[in-house]
């Protein structure tokens, strides 16, 4: 008799794969997306800016907009943009300066986040920025300086934010 946990897992394998592959994809097929790094940045950065300026407020985060009836959370497409700018990015090259161009926009990516408390989203930004640096410089001491850091924002973020210090104990 097969678990939930087991069919769930077989789901995920099944359809992250192929989801996982569609962004090279594009990206090779389309060599222009390769050439906007820059704009995927940007347009990032100012979505999650208008989120944290306009946004309503609900249970204490600012993660929806709303045009007229219809309500969308822009950080979702977002996570794209960045996954395309960090990679039409590192196409360029992996050395130190690329590394440290897009360490500045992850961070303002992540700030944006935090400022919004959507500490889930930060989360879930931090790590692709981390283990998409790891992967393009194959340079470990990126990975574990990341956890390393990451692992130290959380400590911060357990201090500052009440709802973080509930869900923990």
Not at 70 to 98: C, H, R
Not at 115 to 125: E, T, V
Request: proline content about 2%; overall charge positive; hydrophobic content about 55%.
């Amino acid at each position: 008799k097969r678990r939930f946990s087991d069919r769930r897992d077989g789901f995920l394998v099944r359809n992250l794969d192929p989801m996982g592959k569609l962004i090279p994809y594009i990206m090779k097929k389309m060599k222009i997306l390769r050439k906007m790094a820059w704009v995927y940045g940007v347009l990032g950065i100012v979505l999650l800016a208008i989120v944290l300026a306009t946004a309503e407020s609900t249970n204490g985060a600012k993660l929806f907009l709303s045009l007229g009836p219809i309500s969308f959370q822009p950080s979702e497409f977002v996570k794209i943009t960045f996954v395309f700018f960090v990679a039409a990015v590192f196409e360029q090259g992996t050395g130190f300066l690329q590394v440290l161009k897009t360490a500045i926009v992850a961070a303002c990516h992540v700030l944006l986040l935090v400022f919004s408390k959507d500490l889930g989203g930060a989360l879930i930004f931090s790590l692709i920025y981390i283990l998409m640096v790891y992967v393009a410089t194959k340079k470990s001491i990126y990975l574990f300086g990341g956890l390393l850091l990451g692992s130290g924002a959380a400590c911060i973020a357990y201090q500052l934010f009440d709802h973080v210090k509930t869900r923990v104990t």
